[in-house]
């Protein structure tokens, strides 16, 4: 159970002291420069003024605090301060759309700034197609060729196109789900603002970069404008302390986050994720963490860079980036405390991330069905984690298990990392001999609903019993196997 810092008679602000993050500014800035790429000269940022690389007991006591959320947006905003609640102007650094908004959003922008208007930074406009890729319906794929057309007016930079949609992998620059493709692409980076059509964009947060989901009308806008106006949230912070059992991933941890603060506990707020055991976690399993900060209604979600975070990124991007920190007086709504070492594998079951249960609580559940992919759980340590469970059982899956890695290189990996333990055995060969189906083409799959893969998605009478799996809830493998 998590212990929080809010009392009962709850009050509006709560400072939080020695919670083991050094101020921003005893940070020394962390600067990635490569000179084989021209940086551009346009200011869309600037850093808060008086700050010293001098430690605060050489400068005195910073004045007023402040989370690292209310940091990237006093940064973007070009304040030097700012507290929650205040609406500012924020430069955003990076904007992702992809086929399902994409196209609303460049009507609205053209509606707004004129026909013949142009974006306002070619290169800061990322544009994934993801959902409707490989379907034969006609006015599907025509939201894809909405998104060729306009990128090719336009001269965007980053375009992830797909024209061969019978076979994925003749289109080198296809990538798959979004979330996951940025980062493999070296578009998050620490201490900037990210803003994507898409609920789970919060995902890029575990890069210590304040990320969230917008609508179209505000995409439109933020295509000509390349700023938005946001309101800046209060911060809640969660503490994860303990080694990790091995049979916990991040699924469990914001699966027992979630159940502890309710599917509505962090509407319109940051949620801030710190600890030695946030700390042991890989950028995949950050991005979990993060990517699900929506389902608590949260902001955003957003973890510190660290050296993890820089090795990652060493070979995906050359452009500078300065990381912020909370200060140690920075004020948080509420903290909450978890010791990760008592914790159990979970499962969210139907219909809410809310409505969470121990996995063994469920050993007598049917399961109709199986899914392993999405956003959340079709990444590459997803799918390892998933074959090390097959590996161990020995046995043949009972139901249809379907698996669908998120991006290209994630479809790659399956079929040629080798799973520790197995004598050299890829993803790929275990799962085939453990009866799944064969890992289909990248793509957000199920969670659009694609009816030619999956046509028992469709319609409410028609759901199966399928809890939220992405093999974080490993003991339900294995009660497969047992029954």
Known sequence: MASSAVASNFTPFINQKDVGLSAFSSQS????????????????????????????????????????????????????????????????????????????????????????????????IVIIPEHYIFTSDERANRNVDILRDFCTEQNIKYFYDIKDLSNFKANPDYKGVCHVALAQEGHCRPGEVLLGTDSHTCTAGAFGQFATGIGITDAGFVLGAGKLLLKVPPTLRFVMDGEMPNYLLAKDLILHIIGEISLSGATYKSMEFVGSTVESLTMEERMTLCNMAIEAGGKNGIVPADNTTHKYLADKTSLPY??????????????????????????????????????RECKDVKIDRVYIGSCTGGKTEDFLAAAEVFLASGKKVKVPTFLVPATQKVWM????????????K????????????????PTCGLCLHDKQKFPWSYGAQRRPNLPSFSIHGCSISFNWFRH
């Open 426 to 441: 890829t993803c790929s060969q275990i799962f085939e001999e453990a009866g799944c189906d064969t890992p289909a083409s």
């Open 29 to 124: 800035c962390f600067l990635i420069q490569n000179s084989r790429r021209r940086i551009s000269k346009k200011i869309v940022s600037v850093m808060a003024p008086g700050q010293s690389e001098r430690k605060p007991s050489t400068t005195g006591s910073v004045k007023n605090a402040m989370t690292m959320t209310e940091k990237i947006f006093a940064r973007a905003s070009e304040k030097p301060q700012l507290s929650p609640g205040e609406n500012v102007w924020v430069n955003v650094d990076i904007l992702m759309t992809h086929d399902v908004c994409g196209p609303g959003s460049f009507e609205i922008f053209k509606r707004e700034f004129g026909k013949n208007a142009k974006v306002w930074d070619r290169e800061k």
């Open 322 to 359: 300065e990381p912020v920190y909370s200060d140690d007086k920075a004020r948080f709504l509420s903290e909450y405390r978890f010791d990760v070492s008592k914790l159990e594998p979970l499962v969210a079951k139907p219909y809410s991330p809310d409505n969470r249960a121990l996995a």
């Open 413 to 424: 990996d399956v079929y040629s990392l080798p799973v520790p333990g197995s004598g050299g």
